[in-house]
């Protein structure tokens, strides 16, 4: 187990197009059972390859819920569909925040850590926390999508007042 180093805003490696796994093998467990050990650290929801400096096409995602870490490696979007107006933020623009508009219904189609295809839907925070991954495997940072726009520290805490 290891925590592996945040990339974050200015390192050039985060507008990076990440490259297609070939190899299912041991440095690839390494490295995602590292991602693993460094979202939970961080507490996070996401967390793609480029941001711990490997420019492979995967990316992990645990929305906290009974399905744990969620890994895709090679991921396609099949579909996308429906709008959600939501608050987000990045591991690697820490402290930054801001509300995005993403497809509440995604598809995606992935392999697993040993090459096995499979298809995923995501709802909610699940396909949002998938079209914020898939960008970083080509090199686009949240806070350059079209429809985000920023939400200041006070403004959030105003948000999430009541949250505890
Ligand atoms: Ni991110």
Partial sequence: MAIRNVRTEGDDILRKK???????????WDLLDDMGD????????????????????VFIIDVGDENGVIEFVNPEILEQSGSQR?????????GQWGMVT???HVKIRAQDRRGRWFERVGEGLMAQAMVHEYGHLDGHAFKEDPTF???SEEELE???????
């Fill in 149 to 151: 726009t920023p939400v």
């Fill in 86 to 94: 939501v608050l987000e933020g990045c591991l690697s623009f820490p």
């Fill in 158 to 164: 105003a948000m999430t007042a009541g949250e505890g």
């Fill in 102 to 104: 993403r497809p509440d």
């Fill in 18 to 28: 990440s490259r297609v796994v070939e190899k299912f093998d041991r440095r690839l």
């Fill in 38 to 57: 460094t979202l939970a650290q961080q507490n996070g929801v996401g967390l793609a390859g480029v941001q711990v400096g490997a420019l492979r096409r």
